[in-house]
Every structure is written in structure tokens, then in C-alpha cells.
């Protein structure tokens, strides 16, 4: 299934429900088929607005929720190897975008190749040699060439904003005297809230994004550099490094990333011990396949 027709099919899954919802109001209220016909074209029109939001704002709205700047100096190290790669691949130039964080990882955003932009935190910079941040970043630029970012970039942030609405409902029930952050009540809203949102968040992803994606991503990354032993490298540097540690990452981004940064770890709510939502977000395969499936390459070339 194409990119353009899994889009087709997120917008009939989000418009459906407010067509039917704006109908069946208008029904109730009115009770007349002209101001029925009426209601419809104006939920289409507010369907069409919010369609067309997505598909031009998106990635803006993803590189601010990652507080992301952009590399100005074009001679810089990290830009010449996006350069290069990017004209290798027979791609535009993406801008190049750095964030502050923890975490090592890399994504790429954006609707198309020519408004595309790669993302890399800081900690992937440290973490990496020179030839494991190119074969990275030949991955992200496969996303790129292959089209993957329009459709990863909008499932991104519509399932991020409904993951957000948990930690919405935490902090509005401690500003309106439900207890501190510590107490019970805030955490059971939060996880009664989760447990509404996230599996309708989780099946969007499910559906939109194949994992089969990181295998074209690794492959072509190989292909564009001729070098299994950097990738495979790479991978199990960040494997071993986002394994030791915790960090706070929308559920309903782990898709955009380079390697799944969470944990399918538990958590504590009055003393119950009850398992994360993480594993309903589940879009890279295990690492080890990805790395058995490099060297298979190898042998084949």
C-alpha cells in the first residue's frame, strides 16, 4: 500500500466519525434534510481545513515540539555529510536540524523530499564515530527518498496530540486540587485517560506505519555507502545505550526515530504494578533482526 493511499485512508478514518457526529447533532437539533445538507458541507469544509493543516504544518509543529534549531553553517561537518549523501541518493538537500537531548537517536520529517529536514540530537552526535553518523543518516535520507516522512510526520503528530491529552488531564487535575504529583488521584486520571486515548493513538500507527520500512531504510543505507559493519555498529552502540537509561519521549513519535527508544518497562499506581502502554507502540522491528538481515546482504553482495 502507497503512502498517498494510506493518507487517503487516515483522512476517511478521521472525517467518517465527524460527519456522522456533526449529522446525527444536526438531526437532533434541526430535523431538516436542507440545514442537514448544510451541516455536512460544513463539517467537510472543517475536515478539508484541518487536512490541509496537517499536510503543510505538521513538521513545523514537530520540529518545535522538539525545541529543534537549524544548522546555519552549510561547511559544518554534520551538513557536508548530508550534503553529500543527499546528492548521492539523487535527493534535495534536507535542512539539518540539531536537538538538546539525552536521548541518541535521529529522524527524518517533512511532506516531501524538497521540504524535508533531518533531525539529530546531540547525544547521537557524541555516541557515534564519523562513518556510523553517515550510515544513520543514509537511513533517514532513505525515509526521505522513499516518501515515508509525509505520511510518518502527520500520524506523528495527530496520535501525538491525543497521547498529550494523558498529561493534559495529570496536570489540570493537580492545578484544580485533585493532590501533587505524587499523590494518587492525578496518576489515575492520567492512566484512565491513557487507557482511553492511547489504544485509538496506537491503532493509527499500526495501520499507517509498516515495519518493514526500516528494512528498505537499512538496505538502501548499505547500498548508498557500501558498508554493512557501520550500521550494524551503530545499531548496537544505540542499542546498548538506550537500553541503560529512561527518557521521556511521546509514545506516538517512536516511529519517526532511528531505533525505538522505550522501554516496555512498569509502572506504580497505589501501589499496584501495572505494565506501560509502550508496547502498543511497537514500529521497529527488533534489532537483532535488523542486524541479521544486514549481514545477509552482505553475503549476498
Known amino acids: 500500500m502507497t503512502n498517498r493511499v494510506k493518507l487517503l485512508l487516515l483522512l476517511i478514518m478521521l472525517a467518517l466519525p465527524m460527519v456522522m457526529a456533526g449529522l446525527l447533532i ?33 513538521d513545523n509543529l514537530l520540529l518545535r515540539w522538539y525545541h ?25 538537500v534536507p535542512k539539518v536540524f540539531i536537538v538538546e537531548s539525552a536521548m541518541p537517536n535521529a529522524f527524518a520529517t517533512g511532506r516531501n523530499a524538497e521540504h524535508a529536514s533531518i533531525v539529530v540530537t546531540n547525544a ?12 544513520v543518516l543514509a537511513h533517514e535520507l532513505a525515509h526521505v527518498k522513499y516518501g515515508d516522512t509525509l505520511i510518518g510526520t502527520i500520524v506523528a503528530v495527530l496520535s501525538g496530540a491525543l497521547t498529550a ?14 493532590g501533587q504529583e505524587d499523590d494518587p488521584a492525578p496518576n489515575l486520571i492520567k492512566f484512565f485517560v491513557t487507557a482511553l486515548v492511547a489504544p485509538v493513538a496506537a491503532l493509527i500507527i499500526q495501520l499507517m506505519v509498516s515495519q518493514s520500512r526500516e528494512y528498505g531504510a ?7 555507502l557500501g558498508k554493512t559493519d557501520t550500521l550494524i555498529s551503530a545499531l548496537e552502540k544505540l542499542e546498548l545505550k538506550l537500553n541503560s537509561d529512561t527518557y521521556e519521549v511521546n509514545p506516538s513519535h517512536v516511529h519517526l526515530f532511528f531505533m525505538n527508544p522505550l522501554h516496555d518497562d512498569e509502572f506504580t499506581v497505589m501501589d499496584f504494578r501495572l505494565p506501560t502502554y509502550h508496547l502498543l507502540f511497537r514500529s521497529h522491528p527488533p534489532t537483532h533482526n535488523r542486524v541479521n538481515a544486514l549481514r545477509a546482504l552482505q553475503t549476498e553482495q
Request: hydrophobic share 55%.
Open 124 to 135: 547521537l552526535l557524541d555516541l557515534l564515530d564519523n562513518d556510523e553518523l553517515e550510515a
Open 26 to 58: 444536526g438531526w437532533m437539533v434541526v430535523g431538516m434534510v436542507k440545514e442537514l445538507i448544510l451541516i455536512a458541507a460544513l463539517v467537510f469544509a472543517v475536515i478539508l481545513v484541518l487536512a490541509c493543516g496537517f499536510y503543510f504544518l505538521s
Open 218 to 224: 537499512d538496505e538502501q543505507s548499505l547500498r548508498t
Open 165 to 178: 491529552l494523558a498529561t493534559f488531564a495529570f496536570w489540570c487535575s493537580i492545578f484544580t486540587g485533585f
Open 68 to 92: 529543534a534549531k537549524e544548522m546555519q553553517a552549510k561547511n559544518s561537518p554534520l551538513h557536508e555529510i548530508v550534503h553529500r549523501l543527499a546528492t548521492k541518493v539523487g535527493i534535495p
